[in-house]
């Protein structure tokens, strides 16, 4: 068992886990936030994407005990209260989602791409978001809402 | 299109009411829930594809930490517990039935395709049930494989009661004309296709957790369910002998299903059972690489195609020999698929004289196959739009104008096609204008020698379709072998205070039901959108229903809503007519206000509830209290969207690498209720279409073993892989339901692969090319290019 400590949605979090527990079990099952989503086992959907210390993430590849110390952010922790982040309402604009399920990762993913680059092209965001599959909306209205994000978000 | 009274009624492009929980981590999905004290089981799973279960020995794994229980077949059988039933099956050609072997949820004796459900392990914790799983030793005789389905009859029988591997032989249509029609024909122009096997892949795996509660012998399942009614009418009354009284199903959030998610799988069946033998909730959430090897895998067709023309190019006869993989058992809808719903649509939108057509639906030692999303539909439409394009190139004529020349007309309509349909409404010229024009047909020459320049092979390509949405009626489909009805309930329930709700048998799993339906209430009663609550999946709470496939939802559940709504209109009439001691027939209803013409009387909608539960001053003599009606509907026929939708690529000759570069679609749906979401699943059809022409492909290597069995191996379309599309819409109204809508659901999935695969043969048509076999690899295309050149050069 690892004690793990560290910061999830600016809340200070202890537990004592098992070694082998991945970050997004603890972030799941320990924690009991289930916005984090798992779809797939071999690293490659997103649908786990959260941040740690700002950066991208998949969660599902990481052990909770790496984060030791970290910052976590998951989708429970952007909106502002009620006021979503403007990354989520530019989702919500474009109708950038359907089912939901890729939702929590293709937005956190979005967050920090344009973190990187304020004012991405439809190229850059095409390619940004290669590694969140979304099986539902043909990503059409999620680039749309990436674009209308950064917009919001002040790029 | 009907005016929306007010500003979030039908026509509206509403945003989403369900939004936001899906957008702060708050939607609900299956695996998000925890019950107290649950066990967790994990599934040990055939690793052959065919072979004999000789023994299990699971004393080692009994005795491991956490371990709570290991059942096998035997136990299954000693509960006398059924399987999976199929929901529909077909008459043969000789008249006999569908052969229907059993299907136990955990195998019984042997084992049918890697993948199949041998053992469960429950334990405390899923870690504990699989490593406990590692010491369960099963010992197999390893039989050989059927994997080839163009050989599937001459392997070894898979079934004993299914002789020759054939499921079913199904035929449709006029032989002895359609033969005629070849006979005769001017041109005959011949095509075989392969229409690719493919794994749904719905992001949110599947998942289920079952609870028992001794005290009163009831049951709740948690489960991905598309309809959780016929999951409690499967799991109650075919398989675990369960009162559907006491059977709870609730299918909670749901990440998108595609048809993967319609049928009752061994898994939730075997967490239910388990709930009462140990007494405590059980749950199982599957791996990704579970769902893509148990997953019921869709299309997976060889076409054979042979089309006849007059000297004039009309289309004078089509024959279709189809052979179908139904894979290891018989899934709910995997009969239907291939027949009903394949067979009826071979007319597509053209006057074909005459047709024929014959269905062989063949076992092999692969995952069943069943419905995803189009279901038999895409198949048709794909080697229909392919042939159509073969013909053109062969009489050497424009695709559209050879499309054009052989459309229905539009003064046909009601159209009886010779293959059992009746088309109500349709006007295919228009979308096809449309969308030409969209795409700047007349300029692609053009771009093709711009792109010449570059090195770069540009293509265009056309498919123009049909599809029928919302089968029905229940009588028709009974006559054709189907077990269940396939109406649609609604309840709607008005509030003292004016708020409603709304409870549907349809479930939404990405499709916005809760806006869409939302909408057509807030319209008919003229209160806001933000006072009318959907409710849906939770077998408890809604009445009946037969949940979301097929295009349904809003055809023949927004219809039922709207039969409903109807009936409380013509309660509140009455009230309002009490109240205002008017005549009924003078009371008018109309912006949420019951006025009486003529007058300045008028009644809200509020007052109306309100008095409907304070039944002081209230037409007792004539009404019951309570503001609350059902309805079930049953269409009087299929609905039948229809459109054109065209692809352009550019391929590399160096690589082979397909670009698609532009898309431009035109579909008629009837009326839009709402088309931002209408719009959105137009995108996501057409990137599940793209990907079966482009990227997905489920493999099985000759052995039986599934090489495709990951995302590192399947390839699935991202951001990357697509462009934007061009979507636009012309209507022409359905007739028989009273919202005048068709469905949207499919379309895009249906119409989208035969575009792209025409516009890649006509980007290598100047080299020779006259075939592409789906899905168009880098690979292949550079195969086909180098093949061609080299014979050019010989
Ligand atoms: S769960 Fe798929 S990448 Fe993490
Ligand atoms: S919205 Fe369903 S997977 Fe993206």
Redesign the pocket.
Known sequence: MTMVNLTLNGKQVSADVPDNTLLVTFIRETMGLTGTHVGCDTSQCGACVVHVDGESQKSCTMLAAAAEGASVTTIEGIANGDSLHPMQQAFHENHG???????PG?VMSAIELVQDNPNPSEAEIREGLEGNI????GYHNIVKSVQAGAKMMGG | MPEGSIKDGIGASVRRKEDKRFLTGSGRYTADITRPGQLHVHFIRSVHAHANIKAIRKDAAEAAEGVVAIFTGEDVAADGIGGPICGWVVTNRDGSPTNEPPHPILANGAVRYVGDHVVAVIAETLEQAMDAAELVEIEYEVLAPVVDLANAGSGPQIHENVPGNMYFDFELGDEAAATAALESAATVVELEVRNNRLIPNA?EPRAALAEYDPIDDSYTLFTTSQNPHLTRLVIGAFMLSIPESKLRVVAPDV??GFGSKIYVYPEEAVCTWASKKLQRPVKWTADRSESFLADAHGRDHINKVRMALDKDNRITGLRVDTVANIGSYLSAFSVVTPTILHAPLLSGCYQIPAIYTNVKGMATTTAPVDAYRGAGRPEATYLLERVMDTAARQVGMDPAAFRRMNFIPKDAFPYQTPVALQYDIGDYEPPLDKALEMIDYKGFEARRAEAASRGKYRGIGLSSYIEACGIAPSAVAGALGARVGLYESATVRVDPTGTVNVFTGTHSH?QGHDTTFAQIVADKLGVDIGSVEIIHGDSDRIPFGMGSYGSRSLAVGGAAIAKAVDKVIEKSKIIAAHLMEAADADVVFADGKFTVAGTDNEKGFGEIALAAYVPHNYPHDRLEPGLEETAFYDPLNFTYPSGTHIAEVEIDPSTGVVELVDWACCDDFGNLINPMIVEGQVHGGIAQGVGQALLENAHYDETGQLITASYMDYCMPRADDLPNFKVDYTVTACTHNDLGVKGCGEAGAIASPPALINAVIDALAPLGVTDMSMPATPEKVWRAINDAQTEAAE
Request: with cysteine; glycine share 24%.
């Open positions: 989602l359907q089912c939901g399920f890729c939702t293709m979304c099986r539902c909306t | 992001m990440g998108g990405g």
